[in-house]
């Protein structure tokens, strides 16, 4: 049996639908899924945790606290949830093309 990560991040455009994809050997599947909001964020999550037995959630630097808790109070307590976050530079590196991309106008 494999142990399975959901990892979630956000994109302005991002349909769940679509953007998606697993990547998995023998003892690991990792599923990748891009959101618009954190509606489809919790929708997601319940799903794969509901159809797929995830046991991780790896969420984005984007996803505030709030947002966090909804996502852990929505999959229950058998799910570990974690945030992939960066330290400051790194931030502040990845702010500056998102900026130039477009993601907040």
Known sequence: MAFKTLFLAHAPDADPEKHKC???TSK???FVVLVRDQESAIKVSKKLVEDE???SILLCPGFKHKD???IAEAVGENVGVSVARGDGPSSRTVMEVMKKEGWFD
């Open 22 to 24: 697993i990547i998995e």
């Open 28 to 30: 690991y599947k990792l």
């Open 53 to 55: 037995r995830v046991n």
């Open 68 to 70: 966090i808790a909804e």
